[in-house]
């Protein structure tokens, strides 16, 4: 893989971190449901899953 694809992996994963963070922001501690829950460890998931990816193609 190209330096160029590394580098718009990478800010597809800085992008989709970003959207984790305002997704954790909104979330209220003592009001949280199971399916919020679930959503950010689904989108934790994903994360590993782009990481995993970026790590493997070096």
Same mark, same amino acid.
């Given at each position: 893989?190209?330096?160029? &694809?590394?580098?718009?992996?990478?800010?597809? $994963?800085? /992008?989709?971190?970003? &959207?984790? $963070?305002? /997704?954790?922001? /909104? =979330?209220?501690?003592?009001?949280?449901? $199971? &399916?919020? =829950?679930?959503r950010? =460890?689904?989108?934790?998931?994903?994360l590993?899953? &782009?990481?995993?990816? =970026?790590?493997s193609?070096?």
């Open positions: 893989m190209d330096k160029a &694809q590394d580098n718009n992996h990478v800010d597809g $994963l800085k /992008t989709r971190f970003h &959207q984790f $963070l305002e /997704t954790l922001d /909104t =979330i209220e501690p003592e009001t949280a449901d $199971l &399916q919020e =829950i679930d950010l =460890i689904s989108m934790i998931d994903e590993e899953e &782009q990481v995993e990816k =970026i790590k193609n070096n």
